[in-house]
């Protein structure tokens, strides 16, 4: 047996051996239930009545987009885990390294034409925005 391991398990600890329990502080302070308006705090309407209306109505509708998207979710955790699984062979991974070259290969010209035709629309619209915004702050 090491000598650390006799220290650790065969001898009685010597500092928690003389010290005797103190009792914690109190980090908090306990009150009567006295009503919010006696200490002049009244709580504000938010509409929370209408906000728990809404939530009522909506509550089936969120539930059922749980129940339809839990299956999609696991088929999408089974599919990165068996990606994570394929990934560990070399032939796997030379694989997907030659399809992506190829989808890239496709999608350049795709994506210049796309950059081609929308670009100007783009900046058409940004500066019809700006000028906008400085003819209305020439304005005022």
């Known amino acids: 047996m090491t000598a650390i391991r006799k220290i650790l398990f065969e001898e009685e600890p010597v500092v928690a051996a003389n010290l005797a329990r103190a009792s914690a502080a109190k980090l908090y302070v306990v009150t009567d239930n006295a ?19 809404a939530l009522f109505f909506v509550a089936p509708f969120i539930g059922l987009a749980y129940i339809v998207l839990l299956p999609l979710v696991g088929l ?10 394929a990934a560990k062979f070399a032939a796997v991974r030379t694989a997907t390294r030659l399809l992506r070259n190829v989808v890239m290969l496709v999608a350049a010209p795709v994506l210049g034409l796309a950059y081609v035709v929308l670009f100007p629309v783009i900046g058409l619209a940004t500066l019809a925005y700006w000028g906008g915004r400085a003819a209305m702050a020439h304005r005022a």
């Open 35 to 53: 009503p919010a308006a006696a200490c002049g705090v009244t709580p504000e309407a938010t509409g929370s009545t209408l906000k728990n209306i």
């Open 76 to 85: 999408g955790l089974m599919a990165v885990l068996a990606g994570r699984a």
